[in-house]
Nanobody, 126 residues
Framework: QIQLVESGGDSVQAGGSLRLSCSVF????????MGWFRRSSGKEREGVAI???????YYADSVKGRFTISQNNAKTTLYLQMNSLKPDDAAMYYC????????????????????WGPGNQVTVSS
């Protein structure tokens, strides 16, 4: 059992940058996939960036070249560096983890991730 807690959400102007952090509490015995999802009003949950346990990385087309996902060496913190933010990036951002090896590289399915943080709001004004 682990607990995920996001931080770093804020309100910024378009073109600005933010870095989200996700702290992992609890002991993890093996490699696992972690990533960021987001949901904005009237839209379905979207996988934004994923670090798969096999080493692959996924980015949604809408964030490629602007967002970077990373993890510290101890795998206790996941980051999402967001640059050149657009109003369309405004959403509640969620950190998620798959400890059971279900998530596979490709378009991420949130149902494959069984641990979720409470979410962190990102607001981008034009």
């Amino acid at each position: 059992q682990i607990q995920l807690v996001e931080s770093g959400g804020d309100s910024v102007q378009a073109g600005g940058s933010l870095r989200l952090s996700c702290s992992v509490f609890g002991y993890i015995y093996s490699s696992y996939s972690m990533g960021w999802f987001r949901r904005s009003s009237g839209k379905e949950r979207e996988g934004v960036a994923i670090l798969y346990s096999e080493g692959a990385t996924y980015y949604a087309d809408s964030v490629k070249g602007r967002f970077t996902i990373s993890q510290n060496n101890a795998k206790t913190t996941l980051y999402l560096q967001m640059n050149s933010l657009k109003p369309d990036d405004a959403a509640m951002y969620y950190c998620a983890a798959d400890l059971w090896g279900i998530a596979k590289p490709g378009t991420p399915n949130g149902d494959d991730f069984h641990y979720w943080g409470p979410g962190n709001q990102v607001t981008v004004s034009s």
